[in-house]
């Protein structure tokens, strides 16, 4: 799917914050799905999506285990990367640093929320159990390339992460959602490494992850067209 790499808003500001806030929290869902799935199987052989799965890997090898190094975490590698988007736009563009930051500090209580709902779930201890795990995973990353895609589109504000994956798609592959994911994804592979010399572990990277890796920006292609299909892409501003 290609798009104009500058247009304009057609939708109204109530519309905006509507679909915005339905992907929010479809988003924000699906992060801790493929979380706490990873979580709840032994051996852990699930892992979770691949931003998600980097920088809570980070994060704890920096700031240990504590009831809010999700949110620290994604936070403080959410900042580096809307840097990162303005190097590639070649303009610091500090309204839109501060829409990524305004999108993170609701998401991230969002994130905080669910995992507290959702610790309680029982470990797996048969095979039908992991299977039920492996397919909650699998629809975690599912959810999570459908809420990119409808807030994307939107383009009200953005995550840092996903600002990145935008600015990839429109301006430097022509629209193709896989091949930006995949583009997208070398920053998260980085922090994953580091992570890994630190600790010398790999805790949240598995079979969901390689999942998410080949079929993320494939399920945001396919919302585009699918999920309120009548949603165009709003107000993209590639730069120069």
Known sequence: MTAPVNSKRTISLAQSLGYF??????????????????DHVHPSFLGSAYWTAAD?????????????????????????????NALLLKKLDWKRIGG?????????LF??????????LPQATS???????????????????TAISIYQRVNL????????FQIIRFKYVHGNATVAMWLSYLPPTVF???AFLVTGRIDNIGI????????????TGWADKHVFPKLKHQALDMGN
């Open 127 to 145: 095979w039908v159990g992991n299977i039920l795990y492996v397919l909650l995973n699998f629809f975690g990353v599912f959810l999570i390339g």
């Open 56 to 84: 809570a890997d980070l994060g704890h090898a920096f700031l240990g285990n504590n009831a809010w190094v999700l949110f620290w975490a994604f936070f403080g590698l959410g900042v580096f990367i809307s840097f990162l």
């Open 100 to 108: 990524n930051i305004a999108f993170m500090l609701p998401f991230l």
């Open 192 to 194: 994953g490494l580091i």
């Open 208 to 219: 969901g992850t390689i999942f998410a890796f080949l079929f993320q920006g494939s399920f």
């Open 157 to 164: 504000v953005l995550h840092s992460q996903d600002d990145l």
């Open 111 to 120: 994130i905080q929320w669910f995992a507290n709902l959702f610790e309680s």
């Open 21 to 38: 806030t339905i992907s929010l929290v479809i988003n924000s869902l699906g992060n801790v799905l493929t979380l706490i799935s990873s």
